[in-house]
Nanobody, 117 residues
Framework: QVQLVESGGGLVQAGGSLRLSCAAS????????MAWYRQAPGKQRELVAV???????NYADSVKGRFTISRDAAINMVYLEMNSLKPEDTAVYYC???????????WGQGTQVTVSS
């Protein structure tokens, strides 16, 4: 089992920045990829950014050039640096971890990010 706890959400004006953190605990040696997803009201949950154990990163087109995902495996943390925030970035952001083999996924409880115009 893996437990994930997010922090760092809040209210920010458009153009501002936030840094989300996710702390993983439990069977962390099983984790392969870690990712951030988000879900806005009335919309489906969507992938924002993903980072593999080897450090390969991928981003949703909507956040490329503005968001950066990073991972510190030594302390079981993953971060999402969000810059140039837009009102459409408003959502609950969830941390996700996937083991290898990908038999299941683990989710955090989510952290709210609100960007005012």
């Amino acid at each position: 089992q893996v437990q994930l706890v997010e922090s760092g959400g809040g209210l920010v004006q458009a153009g501002g920045s936030l840094r989300l953190s996710c702390a993983a605990s439990g069977s962390t040696s099983s984790i392969n990829t870690m990712a951030w997803y988000r879900q806005a009201p009335g919309k489906q949950r969507e992938l924002v950014a993903v980072i593999t154990r080897g450090g390969t990163r991928n981003y949703a087109d909507s956040v490329k050039g503005r968001f950066t995902i990073s991972r510190d495996a030594a302390i079981n943390m993953v971060y999402l640096e969000m810059n140039s925030l837009k009102p459409e970035d408003t959502a609950v952001y969830y941390c996700n971890a996937e083991p290898w083999p990908p038999t299941r996924q683990y989710w955090g409880q989510g952290t709210q990010v609100t960007v005012s115009s």
